[in-house]
């Protein structure tokens, strides 16, 4: 971002991974989302990209509970109101 760019707002991105290859492949690129956040959404977006690592089990319906697994996390930390949590999985 050049000198004269600002940054208008930031967002924080909680990535919940499984154990396991979801971790792995999560790990080779969550250093490289904010910038890729960034090109994709202008520059005037700070991208603040935290990784957790939990086990995500799925409901009785066979849905990982993603909402539910944010809600925890967002309970957990302290996080600007602009926030979004997601979810890897090796399940389909």
């Known amino acids: 971002m050049s000198t004269d760019q600002r940054v208008e707002k930031q967002v924080v991105v909680g990535l919940i991974v499984d154990p396991g290859i979801s971790r792995s492949l999560a790990s080779k690129v969550v ?3 904010p910038g890729a956040l960034s090109g994709a959404a202008g520059e005037h977006i700070a ?3 935290h990784m957790v690592t939990r086990k995500l089990t799925m409901d009785a319906g066979g849905r990982i509970p993603i909402e539910q697994y944010a809600g925890q996390w967002l ?3 302290d996080h ?3 926030t979004a ?3 890897t999985t090796s399940r389909p």
Do not use: H, N
């Open 47 to 49: 991208w603040d990209v």
């Open 80 to 82: 600007p109101s602009r």
């Open 75 to 77: 309970a957990k930390e």
């Open 85 to 87: 949590p997601c979810c």
């Open 31 to 33: 250093s490289e989302l």
